[in-house]
């Protein structure tokens, strides 16, 4: 069975940081490019950061600079540390792993930017 857990989320004020953690089970992690995914209210799902196995990674332009995506593949997890976070990236954001036609989600972990 694949699982795709996050944890990290919270409130935090603007410009502070977030570190949010991805854990994969039941999947080859290091083969499958793994990506952040962020949906806010009244809003479709955005692409945030991709990172798949070769590294290059990939990044909105709204949070180039400010965000970094990384995977540790002997603990398969993908981490996003976010800084200088603003009130727009108050979101649930969301975990996901691709390899071919095999996608899988997490169940979302809520980042709230408020003072």
Same mark, same amino acid.
């Given at each position: 069975?694949?699982?795709?857990?996050?944890?990290?989320?919270?409130?935090?004020?603007?410009?502070?940081?977030?570190?949010?953690?991805?854990?994969?089970?039941? #999947?080859?992690?290091?083969?499958?490019?793994?990506?952040? &995914?962020? =949906?806010?209210?009244?809003?479709?799902? /955005?692409?945030? %950061?991709?990172?798949?196995?070769?590294?290059?990674?990939?990044?909105?332009?709204?949070?180039?600079?400010?965000?970094? #995506?990384?995977?540790?593949?002997?603990?398969?997890?993908? &981490?996003? =540390?976010?800084?200088?976070?603003?009130? /727009?990236?108050? %979101?649930?954001?969301?975990?996901?792993?691709?390899?071919?036609?095999?996608?899988?989600?997490?169940?979302?972990?809520?980042?709230?930017?408020?003072?």
């Amino acid at each position: 069975q694949v699982q795709l857990v996050e944890s990290g989320g919270g409130l935090v004020q603007p410009g502070g940081s977030l570190r949010l953690s991805c854990a994969a089970s039941g #999947i080859i992690f290091s083969i499958y490019t793994m990506g952040w &995914y962020r =949906q806010a209210p009244g809003k479709q799902r /955005e692409l945030v %950061a991709t990172i798949p196995r070769g590294r290059t990674t990939n990044y909105a332009d709204s949070v180039k600079g400010r965000f970094t #995506i990384s995977r540790d593949n002997a603990k398969n997890t993908v &981490y996003l =540390q976010m800084n200088s976070l603003k009130p /727009e990236d108050t %979101a649930v954001y969301y975990c996901n792993g691709v390899w071919g036609v095999n996608a899988y989600w997490g169940q979302g972990t809520q980042v709230t930017v408020s003072s």
